[in-house]
């Protein structure tokens, strides 16, 4: 069973890469246009690899929820992070969205160059206060140009069954932000492990809360907010 689990993670893996080089590169054309034309072109390549994923390894995935979200106005979505299959999925789920991530992934070659092409909110960790304001700064603003906003709040991967410090940048920008608030659990660690090459087969199921109202809440409270939805849905690991 395993070595299927190689050979398939192996096409995978082969075919995203190819599949990152050609989008990097060709999507440098799109850079004279507007957001949402690189966008358009560039998010497509995210929904090849969610395709691919399914064809090669029967990675697939169920959204609960999803009649919570409101896509006529665009959310700040705080989510549970184990893996790298939400960056891809999310392109797919939610409309047009700005990604929180740390700059110095702009730094690799091919994804760094895709990633720039979304203007994603790059941050540099160790600059503090510096590194808040600019998260609350460029997310209302963001979100005033009709962009989505993904925010992972304990900051790295987590592995199944386990859950990380919750920061306070996301519950800060929520509480300064206008829009819905959306807490977001899975899975996919269970499939695909952080750093992991193999990718098991398998339903990753996503859950999205209702609305999260913080007009009465403290930042304290929202973070608990996030904890106990994540808690809600995790996943003991099964060492398979």
Same mark, same amino acid.
Request: hydrophobic residues 45%.
């Given at each position: /069973? %395993?070595?299927?689990?190689? =050979?398939?993670?192996?096409?995978? +893996?082969?075919? !995203?890469?190819?599949?990152?080089? #050609?989008?990097?590169?060709?999507?440098?054309?799109?850079?004279?246009?507007?957001?949402?034309?690189?966008?358009?072109?560039?998010?497509?390549?995210?929904?090849?690899?969610?395709?691919?994923?399914?064809?090669?390894?029967?990675?697939?995935?169920?959204?609960?929820?999803?009649?919570?979200?409101?896509?006529?106005?665009?959310?700040?979505?705080?989510?549970?992070?184990?893996?790298?299959?939400?960056?891809?999925?999310?392109?797919?789920?939610?409309?047009?969205?700005?990604?929180?991530?740390?700059?110095?992934?702009?730094?690799?070659?091919?994804?760094?160059?895709? /990633? %720039?092409?979304?203007?994603? =909110?790059?941050?540099?960790?160790? +600059?503090?206060? !510096?590194?808040?304001?600019?998260? #609350?700064?460029?997310?209302?603003?963001?979100?005033?140009?009709?962009?989505?906003?993904?925010?992972?709040?304990?900051?790295?991967?987590?592995?199944?069954?386990?859950?990380?410090?919750?920061?306070?940048?996301?519950?800060?920008?929520?509480?300064?932000?206008?829009?819905?608030?959306?807490?977001?659990?899975?899975?996919?660690?269970?499939?695909?492990?952080?750093?992991?090459?193999?990718?098991?087969?398998?339903?990753?199921?996503?859950?999205?809360?209702?609305?999260?109202?913080?007009?009465?809440?403290?930042?304290?409270?929202?973070?608990?907010?996030?904890?106990?939805?994540?808690?809600?849905?995790?996943?003991?690991?099964?060492?398979?």
């Amino acid at each position: /069973m %395993k070595f299927f689990w190689f =050979i398939g993670s192996l096409l995978y +893996a082969i075919g !995203q890469t190819v599949s990152m080089i #050609l989008f990097s590169v060709l999507g440098q054309f799109t850079r004279p246009f507007s957001f949402q034309t690189r966008y358009a072109f560039m998010h497509y390549w995210a929904r090849f690899c969610l395709t691919w994923l399914r064809w090669t390894c029967g990675l697939r995935y169920k959204v609960h929820g999803m009649e919570h979200v409101d896509e006529t106005q665009p959310g700040l979505i705080l989510s549970r992070h184990e893996s790298a299959w939400e960056t891809l999925a999310f392109q797919q789920i939610f409309p047009r969205q700005a990604y929180v991530l740390k700059r110095e992934l702009l730094k690799i070659p091919f994804f760094g160059w895709g /990633m %720039k092409l979304l203007h994603p =909110i790059a941050i540099d960790r160790s +600059a503090g206060r !510096q590194a808040l304001n600019q998260l #609350l700064s460029e997310g209302q603003a963001r979100l005033k140009q009709g962009d989505w906003i993904v925010l992972f709040p304990e900051g790295t991967r987590m592995p199944p069954g386990q859950i990380g410090k919750i920061n306070v940048g996301g519950a800060m920008l929520a509480k300064k932000v206008n829009c819905p608030i959306y807490l977001v659990a899975h899975n996919a660690g269970s499939y695909w492990p952080k750093n992991s090459f193999i990718k098991r087969p398998g339903l990753i199921e996503m859950h999205i809360s209702p609305p999260l109202d913080v007009s009465e809440m403290s930042v304290a409270e929202i973070n608990q907010a996030i904890e106990d939805w994540y808690s809600r849905f995790l996943e003991k690991p099964d060492n398979k």
